[in-house]
């Protein structure tokens, strides 16, 4: 699939039904054979390891074996001349054909290859038809530096897309490249009809002169055709980063010229992370190309920081795309309006007024009203509400606010909202403290059923109330009675016979209630905590050993952090990404991460146990535990219940 392939997995041939197997490496033997290494550890997702003396080696071959016999098939390598062991090019075995490259590569560092075997080279290079036996000559004559950098050059106008990029790769590897090498590149990168061979060429952009990188890249990026490809625009943008900031105006030329959205973007929210607004303003009255792609940029750039002000330059922007397109225009009110200018406000606040308006630009002013903690935002929150494209939006945004009354406001419509809109509710009641003290009363009277918190929430809920949340729900990390009873008695509930009469359909609605803003199953759920999909989910003393005692190993990665803002608002979540700004968050419940500008941040901690508390399965009935269990040991997707 363009540049690079896409890998499906196959049908199932071998299974290990050994609940301890751990298979880490795959390898072919000289066999033909497959042999796979098993570390074979009882504890499969700890960090200590348990067994040592229990790893093992599995040879993995048919009954009867396709493998071709050949001469020097089983031999030792060692003793074969130079001649032999370049005929292992050319056997149906890449073991032998690796291995053979190794020695001869050995023995020119510690004398001269025989000559017949470098011609022999040679003339399989320029005769073989394969693409896997030519570059196998290729390889050989590289490690055993017989191929002359015109030898090589040469190579670059040959009619096999991997040869030319492999010319490429070995050209740089020194990083020495001729001057006539560069020209040829540049060349190849406005004119060479293979994804390959850019991808090649784009990767070697890091290894090349400056300059030559920047001529690279101008040309490259003019590849309409590789603007989706899975890896020439990322590969671009890893050589041309550390320059744009050096070369501002000639990183925004190429964005000029750039059919690549991902590159120029990127060029964009570089320039404004580094604060050079002066060139991207400059750039952005005078050239239209690129444009939109380049305020999406400074959007990512700026993204979360409410704090800051109109850089300089900016009114002139504004004044200078009045006429933009309604795409363009919509982007600068959306950044006019974070940087304070309360004339954008206004049409923010007019836009969600007027009906009839583009619902994506209602949903981005709602947004945008939010995050500056705009008051005509306030007083529009019940209206808005009433439109079921909003609510949802709606519902978030009143968490920028600490007023009361919004939130007795939601807990009087909460009976009536559908399952999404109540978890909603449900997660921007527990960010405030006064909001919370409400959800907590709310729990007290009904008004929000117990089973509608998240084990998630309850946590936050914990750290935002206190004891007063505590004395409704009680202790979140005791599990009630001795732990090893509470194992005892989910053995007994989930025996196999009581299982068989679960129903996992009604299970997958529990998971999507109880679980699913974290965790990810079957490419359903959140991505909080890890994805279970490929977990040991068959293993019952795998799920119990997970669920009731959630703390007792924790990945770094998935390490809850808690952020209290200087307006008093509480996030809890897992680290996307972070610069000197900016802190991205994954929170439970919300697809993208929230963006929260680190001037704003009074308060950052690493909590020391899970989101998940102990006790989960507590807050389930008998029956729905057995449900829950059925459906996280389903090997495919069930259907959702009606």
Not at 527 to 542: F, H, K, M, Q, W
Request: glycine share 6%.
């Amino acid at each position: 699939s363009g540049s690079g392939f896409v890998g499906r997995h196959g049908d199932d041939f071998a299974l290990a039904n050994n609940a301890q197997w751990v298979g880490f490496s795959v390898e072919i033997g000289p066999d033909g054979a497959i042999y796979v290494l098993d570390w074979h550890d009882a504890d499969i997702c700890g960090k200590e390891v348990l067994n040592k003396e229990t790893g093992r080696v599995f040879r993995i071959a048919p009954t009867n074996s396709a493998a071709v016999d050949f001469p020097n098939r089983f031999a030792d390598l060692q003793t074969l001349s130079d001649v032999r062991l370049v005929g292992l090019q050319w056997v149906e075995s890449s073991w032998h054909a690796r291995r053979a490259r190794v020695i001869l590569q050995h023995r020119a560092h510690l004398s001269q290859i025989d000559p017949d075997a470098v011609a022999l080279l040679k003339e399989r290079l320029r005769t073989e038809t394969t693409s896997e036996h030519r570059l196998r000559a290729l390889w050989s004559l590289h490690v055993i530096q017989q191929l002359s950098t015109a030898e090589l050059t040469g190579l670059l106008d040959d009619g096999d897309e991997y040869v030319r990029a492999w010319a490429i790769q070995l050209l740089c590897e020194d990083r020495k490249a001729s001057d006539e090498c560069l020209d040829r590149f540049v060349h190849m990168a406005a004119a060479d009809s293979s994804p390959v061979v850019r991808l090649y060429l784009a990767s070697a952009m890091q290894r090349v002169p400056q300059s030559t990188m920047a001529a690279l890249a101008e040309r490259l990026t003019k590849r309409a055709e590789d603007a989706d490809d899975h890896n020439i625009p990322r590969m671009i943008w890893f050589a041309l980063e550390p320059y744009v900031t050096q070369h501002p105006h000639q990183g925004l030329s190429i964005a000029a010229t750039s059919q690549m959205p991902l590159v120029t973007r990127h060029i964009g929210r570089r320039l404004a992370d580094a604060g050079d607004f002066a060139a991207l303003f400059q750039h952005l009255i005078a050239e239209s190309k690129g444009r939109r792609d380049l305020l999406l940029g400074i959007r990512d750039a700026v993204d979360g920081r409410f704090d800051m002000s109109a850089p300089g330059g900016w009114d002139k922007v504004v004044q200078a795309l009045s006429t933009a397109d309604a795409e363009d225009l919509a982007l600068v009110t959306s950044l006019s309006q974070q940087f304070g200018d309360t004339v954008a406000s206004q049409l923010m606040v007019e836009t969600l007024r007027n009906d009839h308006a583009n619902l994506t630009d209602r949903m981005q002013a709602i947004r945008g009203l939010a995050g500056r903690q705009r008051p005509e935002l306030r007083s529009l929150i019940r209206p808005l509400f009433e439109d079921p494209d909003l609510r949802v939006e709606v519902i978030r945004a009143v968490a920028a606010f600490d007023d009361d009354a919004l939130g007795k406001f939601l807990l009087e419509k909460y009976p009536a909202l559908n399952d999404a809109e109540q978890l909603e509710i449900v997660h921007t009641l527990s960010a405030r403290p006064g909001y919370g003290r409400l959800l907590t009363q709310a729990i007290r009277t009904k008004v929000v059923p117990r089973r509608d918190i998240p084990a998630y929430v309850a946590r936050l809920l914990q750290r935002v109330v206190g004891n007063g949340f505590l004395e409704v729900w009680g202790a979140l990390d005791e599990v009630s009675g001795d732990q090893e009873l509470q194992f005892t008695r989910y053995r007994s509930l989930l025996a196999a016979d009581s299982l068989s009469s679960a129903d996992p359909v009604a299970g997958r609605q529990i998971f999507r209630r109880t679980c699913a803003a974290c965790h990810r199953l079957f490419g359903e759920g959140g991505v909080i905590g890890p994805d279970i999909t490929g977990a040991n989910r068959s293993s019952l003393e795998y799920l119990l050993g997970n669920i009731l005692t959630p703390s007792a190993i924790i990945q770094d990665a998935y390490r809850m952090q808690i952020v209290l803002t200087d307006d008093g608002r509480v996030f809890s979540g897992i680290p996307a990404s972070e610069n000197d700004r900016q802190l991205r968050l994954r929170v439970a419940g919300v697809e993208e991460p929230i963006v929260i500008a680190k001037s704003r941040i009074e308060s950052r901690e690493v909590a020391p146990v899970s989101m998940m508390p102990e006790g989960i399965l507590s807050t389930l009935s008998d029956q729905e535990v057995r449900n829950l269990v059925a459906y996280l040991q389903q090997q495919t997707q069930v259907p959702l219940s009606e």
